[in-house]
């Protein structure tokens, strides 16, 4: 829960990267620069702007066009494009053959049928060739049957510019930039339906965008039936002006048309009647649930199964539905942007699958990867996104999506004492390792009274499931699912164990661990193979656990003396509580039977083998950082010294035998909570888990957690270390029943030793991992990752464990081995001085 609690609890913006546009299956048709202007009234034509003097600028201003003429055209040849639709129907009809339909398949992939025909063909050039006659190359294009020619010129139209002077006045015309300008064009939407004789879900979808959001948009209905011998419809918008300047949604030719309103309480959603399976079906059982409507009832009443994105999404814009829903991908651009400036010009709203605004750029992302929810008010798409950005993150480890029964049996109350549960996208991390979810619960006030105190009213759900996660190697795999066992194992068979001797720890209410029988060190020793791979998919993990609510807990990132002295003494109590030999060999079977991710024998040999070079160059990137130290030959050939001393810090560490105990194995500030009523630290995460030398959390812990301050002086270090000794002396001496242990100087000499030498220890993989590659420009923009050791994330931090692990080097080279006397430890600002 680590890295994950922490982003939680101080959350970041995530980015996204974008697929370029030819990886797409739509075309991006091609542009002149500056091609030609056309004369008459609403052609392109180069003015002065306000007060702009050319002759002093030396250039010619913006160019613009009217997007109310625009707008028109585009009703216009939507028209017209559907009259050549249907022209195409009848005379496939007439004929008897739907070999008239001109049939051909685009689908990239195997098994994937996505049908074109010439009806989509030339109403796609009816659109285009009726633009380009206007505005020439100057108006940009998207069109989904990408560049068809102009060889049809009879499908060319000239395009009527006042179609909607009756519902939009000339004096709320707005012009707009020709160069932000663009044109989203798909001839035919529901091709399937089409071939299929489905003429009811056929539509033509035109929008139209500035600077990348959609201002305006046609959707042709050609099929339509509004009178026995009337056949089609147009339905127009402008989200950029009110409704009496020419704004809202009109019908094309009904003036009095207007789109009514959703009633109270209702919310009728529309979805694919062919593809309705999977996430779309998840949703809909999560929005039909008591509660997803942010109160006691259920989001959606009602629903409706149709087909063509075009035309489920025409009947949220005219008010026949209220949510289509469609969180997965399968849709494009030229599906979506007519409909959200619609939507929007009438208080409607259209979103990605988890909320967020759709990004029309050209040279961009076509499809819409996250899905499409498009609703008749901001409401309705708030409440849905709620529910589908978590999708993937709200499912049990076999992948059902999760009920309020669940809940229920997990935590062990009556059915139908949970009324709702909810967790958005800021309460979801999808780490490398994990999803990990805060979920929000919600008890029914009915049964309040019959359920047991101190229930929950959030936990932390973590999910592990292999095949939801990025791909790695299987012998990475396997190690890693080792440590998800152990993590598993610590709170079936450890926590109480802990929590009964003083040790607070996080409540866990529900694990799960399915598919690791046989999965062992040996396994994960043996590399690749396909009986490990075939291992790693069976496995499945899942925690529920106690959420530390910001309210009640804090995190820091970097740890002063106070909270220092709060985790070395919750490590004393784990430790002590668990160093007596029947313990050790316990935890040796039922953990990692060796602790700590950093130890030499979890690591690939190749990474040692580089130190030397990958220190160099790291050293390279940061001698301008401080360059008197960096001329050292002391420090220029760290990565060689550490190089040189590892196997035998490692062969040392081994033989402390009498300081085994379970350790944490990643104790940092980022895995560590402090109540704020207390100050009392508490752990999380403990997928490393096992035995090891406790002084190696303790070391990890200074190193990685530390202020500067509290490292500056050996001496600070050394007091810390004698707080930690005293508390775990105490604990062992209670836990024994024994007064006889008590503290000595031999065992605090030991511990100072020891310590230096984790110190050492770890070192190795901080220089030749955690920072290969890096420079101080990645130092410096980890400030405010949590997840980041210090010396990860600030230059100070890094340059002063550079000067400690240094001295600590320079002790063992003068005397070949390293002290535990008392004022023998170096700290960040000081250098190694002999005892003698």
């Known amino acids: 829960f680590g890295l994950a609690a922490a982003v939680l609890n101080h959350p970041a913006v995530p980015g996204r990267r974008r697929r370029p546009w030819w990886r797409s299956r739509g075309a991006l048709l091609p542009v002149s620069c500056r091609a030609r202007g056309v004369g008459g009234r609403g052609a392109a034509s180069a003015t002065q702007g306000p007060g702009t003097d050319m002759a002093q600028t030396g250039k010619l201003s913006e160019q613009t066009f009217s997007l109310r003429e625009l707008t028109s055209r585009c009703c216009d040849l939507a028209n017209r494009a559907g009259e050549l639709i249907r022209d195409v129907s009848d005379r496939a009809a007439s004929g008897g053959s739907t070999s008239d339909l001109g049939l051909v398949d685009k689908g990239a992939d195997a098994g994937t049928f996505d049908p074109q025909t010439v009806a989509d063909r030339r109403a796609q050039r009816c659109i285009v060739e009726g633009l380009r006659a206007v505005y020439g190359n100057e108006l940009r294009i998207v069109g989904e049957e990408g560049e068809l020619g102009s060889d049809q010129a009879a499908d060319a ?241 076999d992948g059902a999506p999760l009920s309020r029964s669940w809940f229920e049996e997990v935590l062990g109350i009556s059915r139908g004492a949970v009324e709702g549960f909810a967790a958005d996208t800021n309460s979801c991390v999808r780490g490398k390792h994990s999803t990990v979810t805060r979920v929000e619960l919600r008890y029914s006030q009915a049964a309040l009274p019959t359920l047991p105190a101190g229930l929950p009213s959030s936990v932390m759900l973590k999910r592990v499931v292999p095949s939801d996660l990025d791909p790695r ?74 959420d530390f609510r910001p309210d009640a807990f804090r995190q820091e990132f970097e740890l002063g003396r106070p909270d220092l002295e709060a985790a070395l003494q919750l490590a004393a109590r784990m430790h002590g509580n668990t160093a007596e030999e029947s313990t050790v060999r316990r935890a040796e079977e039922e953990l990692l039977a060796e602790g700590c991710y950093w130890a030499l024998s979890k690591r690939d040999q190749a990474e040692l083998e580089a130190l030397p070079k990958v220190w160099l160059d790291l050293a390279f990137e940061l001698a301008r950082e401080e360059e008197a130290l960096f001329l050292q030959m002391r420090v220029r050939e760290l990565g060689r010294r550490l190089q040189s001393v590892s196997r035998v810090v490692d062969e040392a560490l081994r033989k402390s035998r009498e300081l085994r105990c379970l350790v944490h194995g990643d104790f940092k500030t980022a895995n560590i909570f402090f109540e704020k009523a207390t100050g009392e630290a508490v752990p999380i995460d403990f997928q490393w888990a096992g035995v090891n030398l406790g002084v190696q959390d303790v070391a990890y812990l200074l190193l990685s957690s530390a202020s500067l301050e509290e490292l500056e002086e050996g001496g600070n270090i050394e007091s810390l270390l004698a707080a930690y000794q005293a508390e775990r002396e105490a604990v062992v001496v209670a836990s024994s029943g024994s007064a006889e242990a008590t503290r000595s100087a031999s065992s605090e000499d030991l511990l100072r030793k020891t310590f230096k030498l984790a110190c050492l220890d770890y070192a190795r993989v901080v220089f030749g991992y955690q920072l290969r590659g890096r420079d101080a420009a990645w130092i410096r923009t980890g400030a405010q990752n949590l997840g980041r050791c210090t010396h990860n994330r600030s230059i100070p931090h890094f340059l002063g464990f550079v000067r400690f692990i240094a001295a600590l080097l320079d002790e063992w080279e003068a005397t070949g081995d390293l002290s535990g006397k008392s004022g023998t430890m170096p700290g960040y600002s000081s250098v190694w001085v002999s005892a003698a």
């Open 157 to 397: 139209a000239l395009a009527d510019q006042h179609l909607l002077d009756e519902n939009w006045p000339e004096e709320s015309d707005v012009q707009l930039s020709a160069s932000e300008l663009c044109v989203w064009i798909d001839p035919l939407d529901g091709t399937k339906e089409f071939v299929e004789g489905k003429y009811e879900y056929v539509s033509t979808l035109v929008g139209i965008t500035c600077a990348g959001r959609p201002v305006a948009g046609v959707i042709s209905e050609p099929y339509f039936s509004q009178a026995e011998d009337l056949r089609g419809r147009v339905l127009w918008g402008c989200c950029l002006l009110p409704r009496s300047a020419g704004g809202g949604v009109h019908v094309l030719g009904d003036v009095q048309w207007t789109r009514p309103a959703r009633p109270p309480g209702r919310c009728v959603a529309i979805v694919s009647r062919s593809r309705s399976t999977g996430a779309v079906a998840d949703a809909l059982l999560r929005l039909s649930e008591p509660g997803s409507d942010g109160a006691t009832g259920p989001l959606v009443t009602d629903v409706l199964r149709a087909g063509g994105a075009g035309h489920k999404v025409t009947r949220v814009v005219d008010g026949t539905c209220d949510l289509w829903l469609f969180p997965r991908p399968g849709t494009s651009r030229w599906d979506t942007c007519a409909a959200e400036a619609m939507l929007e010009a009438s208080g409607g709203l259209l979103r990605d699958g988890s909320g967020c605004r759709v990004s029309y750029d050209p040279d961009g992302e076509m499809g819409n990867v996250a899905g499409v929810l498009a609703g008749a008010d901001s409401t309705v798409v708030e409440k849905a996104a709620l529910v589908c950005a978590t999708l993937d993150a709200l499912r049990d480890a």
């Open 473 to 546: 190697s299987t012998k990475t795999w396997l190690r890693d699912i080792a440590s998800y066992r152990a993590e598993i194992n610590f709170a079936r068979l450890w926590a109480g164990f802990l929590g009964e001797r003083g040790v607070r720890l996080p409540q866990v209410y529900h694990v799960v661990s399915e598919g690791v029988e046989g999965i062992d060190e040996e396994m994960v020793a043996g590399g690749e193979s396909e009986e490990g791979r075939q291992r790693v998919l069976a496995c499945r993990f899942l925690t529920v656990m106690e």
